[in-house]
């Protein structure tokens, strides 16, 4: 039952599989995931696409929950309501395109949609001298469109993130519910993902098993996220997801070339 945590250790990809770890939960709990689009081209450096993909979500679903309970209740639930409806529609579409979808295109169109966002946030960061901007009226069809990406890339490459970030950004809110209302969106999807991942033969106990086991690292990751958070301002933030965002876009280009 513990065969497959004993064959990483045994081929010393333990130390790849613990930086990853580490490296989701200081992007949740401190950068609202801004660093977790890395998670997956890490992982293929050692791993098989099927089995990192099998491995991240367990883990995802754990650091979650450390997130989660360290924001408890900051989320805002008013701003995730209207994306349901498209995200369910988008893990519904990726169930369908998983394993026949061409990824490349798919982390193009994203990237370039994040960089080009991230560009426009930034500037507007820098003329609005640091300060939080007003809180921006999201149309119905942006929502959904942003939503419905975000379950579509979340279920082929646990990419779900960049969509949420440039949604949650034009909601002008502050870093702490930035990052509850992330972590409470990525909880909801990723277990409405578990079916897709178990009918796909993507996730068994063995994996469960291995990714409890790892628990402790994310605890350790979202604890130092909450550390480096704690002596963020909120313009600093702001910047820091900004510019990951950014920087997030220009991986998923490049890795599309």
């Known amino acids: 039952m513990f065969e497959p945590l004993l064959q990483i250790i045994a081929q010393q990809q333990i130390w790849l599989l613990a930086f990853v ?20 081209p890490l992982l293929l450096l050692q791993f098989p696409p099927k089995e990192a993909l099998a491995l991240l979500l367990p883990l995802l679903m754990i650091t979650d929950v450390f997130t989660i309970k360290r924001y408890w209740q900051q989320w805002n639930w008013d701003l995730l309501k209207p994306l349901w409806p498209g995200a369910l529609l988008g893990v519904l579409l990726g169930a369908l395109l998983l394993g026949h979808m061409n990824n490349d295109a798919l982390r193009f169109g994203i990237g370039l949609m994040a960089s080009l966002f991230a560009a426009r946030s930034l500037s507007q960061l820098l003329l609005a001298n640091n300060q939080l901007l007003q809180t921006a009226r999201v149309p119905n069809w942006v929502s959904h469109g942003l939503a419905t990406l975000a379950g579509v890339s979340s279920t082929l490459l646990h990419a779900g993130g960049p969509p949420i970030t440039m949604y949650l950004t034009l909601k002008r809110i502050p870093s702490s519910t930035f990052i509850a209302s992330s972590a409470l969106f990525f909880t ?3 277990w409405s993902k578990v079916p897709v991942f178990v009918q796909s033969d993507l996730l068994g106990l063995d994996t469960v098993i291995t990714a409890l086991l790892l ?6 990751g979202t ?13 600093f933030f702001q910047y820091s997801v900004q510019l990951l965002l950014l920087i997030t876009g220009l991986k998923l280009i490049y890795q599309s070339i």
Do not use: D, H
């Not at 770890?21 to 997956?40: D, E, Y």
């Not at 628990?215 to 350790?220: G, K, Q």
């Open 21 to 40: 770890i580490l490296l989701v939960g200081i992007s949740k709990a401190g950068f609202a995931g801004g660093l977790g689009v890395l998670a997956t």
């Open 188 to 190: 909801l999807l990723n």
């Open 215 to 220: 628990s402790p690292l994310c605890w350790l």
């Open 223 to 235: 604890w130092c996220g909450v550390y480096i958070r704690g002596f963020m301002q909120e313009s």
